[in-house]
């Protein structure tokens, strides 16, 4: 599943460098240059492939620019299996994978009442929603909601 990237590989008249033209934007119209797959950090498309890159050990650079990629090969690496770490960049099921369980994707359960917390209203237990709020903010929401219901009622 995933779509593949369509990608054209072009040999650069610099030798050591290799230029992609993908069939999909990865910077917007900005410029991103990584230097190690250190500078690569976050989630944005352009800093995901420069870490796959540099995982194949056969990278010095990456610069990317819109729907090109710049790959500065390492000393004495060639760029064989770079073209597929690029298409294969987007497609996140692959032929072989055994799908997930049900129960591995059924959240465990949280419990009832959160270490401080006191419980809402009547029916004792906290929602699912107010488990994830700080005692403190419930109490405080709690108070100012009664002093607007006190203000409408007089």
């Not at 033209?21 to 500078?39: D, P, V």
């Not at 352009?46 to 620019?65: K, P």
């Not at 710049?70 to 032929?95: E, H, N, S």
Request: overall charge neutral; aromatic content about 6%.
């Amino acid at each position: 599943m995933g779509q593949l990237v369509g990608v054209i590989e072009n040999k650069s008249t610099i030798p050591g460098m290799v230029r992609y033209e993908l069939n999909r934007n990865l910077t917007g119209s900005g410029h991103e240059k990584f230097s190690s797959a250190l500078e690569a950090v976050g989630p944005r498309p352009a800093a995901e492939l420069a870490r796959r890159l540099f995982g194949t050990g056969q990278v010095a650079s990456v610069h990317v620019y819109m729907n090109t990629v710049t790959v500065d090969l390492g000393k004495g690496c060639t760029a064989d299996g770079l073209f597929g770490v690029i298409r294969d960049m987007y497609q996140y099921w692959k032929p072989g994978m055994a799908p997930p369980a049900f129960e591995d994707l059924v959240p465990a359960e949280e419990p009832d009442v959160a270490a401080g917390a006191a419980p809402s209203g009547a029916g004792g237990g906290l929602s699912e929603i107010e488990q994830r709020v700080p005692a403190a903010l419930l109490e405080r929401s709690r108070a100012a909601m009664a002093k607007w219901k006190a203000a409408q009622a007089g």
